[in-house]
């Protein structure tokens, strides 16, 4: 038994699992030190299955119950449950399942599948099943989702707000009384920010009344501030963006940076 080279004394400290059965009828015969792999750092035993092969255990899988390991890799692989629902001929959603063509690197089974638009395509067996995959992307072109239709539409919003915050998302800033605003924000306060006091750009200029809320002082230059990148999504990500106060940002001063 190569393994033989590696086992050393039970210490003292430890309990001794030399002898315990677990599993379908795997039993442990040697202890092979402590420490283990990842989080698991607890001691490691020799068992050996029933089929008569050795392997490795820390006392975690060996002592969990029915969450523990039950036998050695090789029969765990073999006796493993393969599903044998039979799907070929089955309809999902707008797949026709027509044939087996092989497995997946996590050995599920793929099928070739034939939508009803007339696309054919290999689908993963566990994506059909769970009701994942329901066409080959036909059902989602359908669907028009512009505009009105989104769900996430907000009524409330002028034209030229939505297109200030298209801009926004893609980096730019196409108005020009808010790209002047910045600008002042910015000189005023010496692209300095106002928080940490970094004096390295990017920064953003913080509305201390919310652009949303608070329409009538998107512009007022008393209503921004200087604020650098990490500073504001900070902010941000403590009090949501769009409706925020004035007061808002003297809380986050004071609990995060004076507390």
């Known amino acids: 038994m190569l393994a033989e080279i590696f086992m050393t004394e039970v210490p003292k400290r430890i309990r001794n699992f030399i002898g315990f059965e677990f599993g379908d009828e795997c039993v442990v015969i040697g202890y ?16 050996e299955c029933k089929c008569g092969s050795e392997f490795k255990l820390s006392r975690f899988k060996i ?26 001929g089955k309809r999902f959603n707008r797949w026709l399942v027509l044939k087996e063509v092989g497995r997946t690197k996590n050995r599920s089974i793929k099928y070739l599948c034939k939508c009803d638009c007339g696309t054919i395509k290999e689908v993963d067996g566990c994506l059909l099943r769970r009701d994942v995959s329901k066409s080959c992307g ?5 669907r028009d989702l512009r505009g009105k239709n989104n769900p996430n539409w907000n009524p409330n919003l002028t034209d030229e707000e939505r297109q200030i915050r298209r801009d926004a ?3 730019l800033i196409s108005d020009y009384e808010l ?16 928080c940490c006091g970094a004096k390295k750009s990017p920064f953003n200029a913080h509305h201390l009344n919310g652009w949303n809320k608070f329409v009538d ?13 990490a500073c504001h ?9 769009g409706d925020n106060t004035k007061s808002q940002y003297q809380d986050f001063v004071v609990n995060l940076y004076n507390g």
Do not use: A
């Open 138 to 142: 036909c059902i989602n072109k359908e």
């Open 63 to 88: 002592t969990n119950g029915k969450y523990g390991q039950k036998s050695c890799p090789p029969c765990v692989y073999k006796n493993r449950v393969v599903n044998t629902v039979p799907m070929i």
């Open 179 to 194: 790209k002047n605003w910045r600008k002042q924000v910015f000189e005023r306060d010496d692209y300095t920010c106002r």
């Open 169 to 171: 998302r893609k980096g």
């Open 233 to 241: 999504k900070l902010f941000h990500k403590k009090y949501g963006s």
């Open 217 to 229: 002082q998107r512009y007022d230059l008393s209503n921004g501030l200087t604020l650098c990148i």
């Open 32 to 47: 092979l030190g402590q420490g283990g792999c990842g989080n698991d750092q607890s001691s490691q035993w020799l068992c």
